[in-house]
């Protein structure tokens, strides 16, 4: 008489499928533990930029309350505006250049004078220079920008930024770095101009 | 017999499945730190604030103008002067009270009370009295009156201050304050700011009152300032009710000025004075040297070392 096969039961197939599940992920513990730099995270990781190098992350800029009366079409005018003095200080001071570096020395474009000299002493927090030597490559991840709009007289007179970043980094510095918080915009000299911020930035490796 | 070895390959296959079900999740549910040291760990989250609103020190003349419902609050008395200085670079803050009754000169106007500067040339005179007394030119001036100032209180939640004797008035106050850490709604806080019979120090006390006053409104906005829409809905509160030298923009720098200043780098003072009469009016002959010297002290940096 024939013994059954163990991988013809249901519960030995259901065995085998655990095991199957389990293995990798303790090959993949042990390989990361022993080797940090051959982990195969990383190597998946390095596809998901691959692919998301073609289709960088857009900035979603949104209104969430305009306090005064300001007409729609000047409202668009302030998102566009405003959308873009952020995206440059993000590019400047995070996403854009070529890595690895450590000099960041225009971080700050779109802020006042006076806000870049706050800026620059705090420089580790408000661009990559604490780990640009150690980062081989920057993706973004998430990109987004919501306003709160002071208006008189049907003009917008400042503007309140509340903003997120999240990007990856790639090379010793391996992880994701979250930028929050908020930027203080007023109009100086016919442009929107950052005055004051009060942001975080946390990093997961 | 078939049957028993099935029944036990069944149990065996059943003890793997248990088992390798415990292992599987241990491995999901035991922290990947333990054996990847560089993953899935929050390593630093660091904070940076800063505001630059042109030179690193403002300052702002607030004025409590005793206008009567009807009355230009412009053009009335001058009830509550404190000329308040902020430091955008370090975060600092300082208040230096004035009693109202403090007997200075006033620009085209000669010798006067300090409060009747704001009747005699408005915002500006006041503005050159402060600047004849303690030597600074303020920036910008406020002026308000006290039913805005309790609207303003009440908008923000009230206010809580640290009172260091029990007082009372039988008029504005019966019950009178309790010393000690309170909370003031609107009408309170505007009580405990005008309130000057009950008090030993007459308006001197008065005037430090008005300064624990603003400490608990800065305490209030400096609480709520990251609150969307907060600093944009006083911005358009204070338009609607002050009169001010300062346009929409520049009062929304202000505000995230003062929501940014450290509560525990603010000093205050009020100027010192002898208590006399000028023909059948009492008045207050300020201490001018002291208050010299509390404007010289606090000019560049927004702080004050002594009284």
């Known amino acids: ?205 | 017999m078939t049957g028993f070895v099935t029944r036990a390959r069944v149990v065996r296959g059943v003890r793997a499945a248990a088992l390798a079900a415990v292992l599987a999740v241990t491995a999901l549910v035991v922290p990947q730190g333990a054996v990847q040291p560089t993953e899935m760990s929050l390593v630093k989250i660091r904070h940076a604030q800063g505001v630059s609103v042109g030179d690193d020190v403002v300052w702002i003349l607030a004025v409590g103008s005793d206008a009567r419902p009807g009355e230009d609050m412009t053009r009335s008395r001058g009830d509550a002067l404190q000329m308040v200085g902020i430091n955008t670079r370090t975060g600092s803050a300082t208040a230096i009270g004035v009693p109202r009754d403090s007997w200075v000169s006033i620009p085209g106007h000669g010798r006067e009370k300090i409060n009747s500067a704001l009747y005699f040339s408005g915002p500006r005179g006041m503005a050159g009295a402060m600047r004849n007394l303690v030597g600074i030119e303020p920036d910008y001036v406020m002026v308000t009156r006290f039913p805005f100032f309790e609207d303003m209180v009440d908008d923000i939640g009230g206010i809580t201050v640290t009172n260091p004797r029990r007082f009372y008035d039988p008029y504005l106050k019966k019950e009178g304050f309790r010393k000690g850490r309170i909370h003031l709604g609107g009408y309170d806080a505007m009580a405990f700011s005008r309130i000057r019979k009950g008090l030993v120090g007459g308006d001197f006390d008065r005037s430090a009152n008005q300064q624990r006053t603003l400490r608990g409104i800065h305490a209030r906005i400096r609480a709520q300032a990251d609150r969307p829409g907060f600093i944009e809905r006083g911005v358009m509160t204070v338009m609607e009710h002050m009169a001010t030298n300062a346009d929409p923009g520049e009062l929304y720098e202000l505000a995230q000025a003062v929501a940014q200043v450290d509560p525990r780098r603010i000093t205050t003072c009020v100027v010192r004075g002898r208590v006399g009469f000028v023909g059948a009016a009492s008045v207050v002959f300020p201490d001018v040297a002291q208050a010299r010297r509390l404007g010289r002290d606090a000019r560049s940096d927004a702080a004050l070392r002594r009284c």
């Open chain 1, 1 to 205: 008489m024939p013994r059954p096969s163990p991988g013809r039961t249901p519960w030995a197939r259901l065995a085998a499928l655990v095991l199957v599940l389990v293995l990798p992920l303790s090959a993949t513990a042990c390989s990361s533990g022993s080797d940090p730099e051959a982990a195969p995270e990383r190597l998946s990781r390095g596809d998901d930029r691959a692919t998301l190098a073609s289709h960088p992350v857009q900035t979603r800029t949104t209104i969430h309350r305009v306090f005064g009366r300001l007409p729609d079409a000047r409202r668009k005018v302030v998102r566009r505006q405003v959308g873009e003095v952020v995206d440059r200080w993000w590019d400047a001071a995070y996403l854009g250049g070529t890595y690895p570096r450590s000099s960041f020395p225009s971080a700050f474009p779109g802020f006042t004078k006076g806000a870049e000299a706050r800026a620059r002493s705090d420089k580790a927090l408000l661009t990559n220079q604490t780990g640009g030597r150690r980062i081989d490559s920057v993706e973004a991840r998430h990109r987004s920008v919501s306003l709160d709009i002071l208006a008189t007289g049907k003009q917008a007179r400042s503007v309140t930024a509340h903003v997120v970043l999240r990007f990856d980094t790639a090379g010793d510095k391996t992880g994701t770095t979250v930028v929050r918080g908020r930027l203080f915009l007023v109009r100086k000299r016919g442009a929107w101009r950052i005055f004051g911020y009060d942001v975080s930035k946390g990093a997961r490796r």
